[in-house]
């Protein structure tokens, strides 16, 4: 009688836990893309930017400055 009222109490807690661990993988998956995403696109964004400054610094410069 015992095993079977442990059974029926552990039943649902067991399965709301392997719920959660679903959940929180998940969770952890999805914020691994996310920042590796904002990553990518800091640095793309980044390199966008050093090349607009090299551009305008060096069209900027006057004709006697150029070897």
């Known amino acids: 009688m015992f095993e079977?009222?442990?059974?029926?109490?552990?039943?649902p807690v067991v399965i709301v836990a392997a719920?959660?661990?679903?959940?929180a993988l998940f969770l952890l998956k999805k914020s691994i893309r996310i920042a590796l995403w904002v990553i990518r696109k800091s640095a793309l964004i980044l390199k966008l930017?050093?090349?607009?400054?090299w551009n305008r610094?060096?069209?900027?410069?006057?004709l006697s400055?150029?070897?």
Request: glycine share 0%.
């Open 4 to 11: 079977l009222l442990l059974i029926i109490y552990l039943l």
């Open 19 to 23: 719920l959660m661990l679903r959940l």
């Open 49 to 53: 930017l050093v090349v607009w400054l």
């Open 57 to 62: 610094t060096v069209r900027n410069r006057p």
């Open 65 to 67: 400055q150029y070897p």
